[in-house]
T-cell receptor, first 114, second 111 residues
């Protein structure tokens, strides 16, 4: 158990819909990262937040957005969903301020868009 | 551009043998590398890491080797066990902590 929690574990929805994925980082970790894992793209970095502020952006679509709240949990919002958005979405956390760059991953949310 | 790739997509070994998983990276400025293990239906699990000022680091049954000259990373697993069966990813840490992952190698351990 990495200490990172994600909900829900599974999500099935229809094209055009909007969903919210939630992540709670390890206790004390200020950074949260979101990744998408699909069969044809592997693990792709989406976005990073540090202590409530966006720190880095990867290959994140404009239909996707995220935020980190004062209690450090984070949400990833996916809107106007398409079939191709079906994937595993992972959240990871780290505490770079402590010099720790290692990212610890949650169990993921499996999203299926029908 | 940024990329981290694996030489072998699948590896099958006999239980008790040693396993070697290879990885090539392209960003010579990267100074931190991590190996993750991902079992089916689970998130990537940290195995071992290494900084660029080292060329070898050992953990419990695992060793990571770093060759900066040819930008190559390898993970060695001693006395491979059935529980080691998983997909292994190398990852390269670039500025601001972003990780670039390789495509993964599936390790299959035959009893």
């Amino acid at each position: 158990d990495s200490g990172v929690t994600q909900t829900p574990k599974h999500l099935i929805t229809a094209t055009g819909q909007r969903v919210t994925l939630r992540c709670s980082p390890r206790s004390g970790d200020l950074s949260v990262y979101w990744y998408q894992q699909s069969l044809d793209q592997g693990l792709q970095f989406l976005i990073q937040y540090y202590n409530g502020e966006e720190r880095a952006k990867g290959n994140i679509l404009e239909r996707f957005s995220a935020q980190q709240f004062p209690d450090l949990h984070s949400e990833l919002n996916l809107s106007s969903l398409e079939l191709g958005d079906s994937a595993l979405y992972f959240c990871a956390s780290s505490d770079p301020l402590a010099g720790a760059e290692t990212q610890y991953f949650g169990p993921g949310t499996r999203l299926l868009v029908l | 551009g940024e990329s981290v790739g694996l030489h072998l997509p699948t590896l099958s070994v006999q239980e008790g043998d040693n396993s070697i998983i290879n990885c090539a990276y392209s960003n010579s400025a990267s100074d931190y590398f991590i190996w993750y293990k991902q079992e089916s239906g689970k998130g990537p699990q940290f195995i071992i890491d290494i900084r660029s000022n080292m060329d070898k680091r050992q953990g419990q049954r695992v060793t990571v080797l770093l060759n900066k000259t040819v930008k190559h990373l390898s993970l060695q697993i001693a006395a491979t066990q059935p529980g080691d069966s998983a997909v292994y990813f190398c990852a390269e840490s670039v500025p601001l902590g972003k990780l670039i992952f390789g495509q993964g190698t599936e390790l299959s351990v035959k009893p």
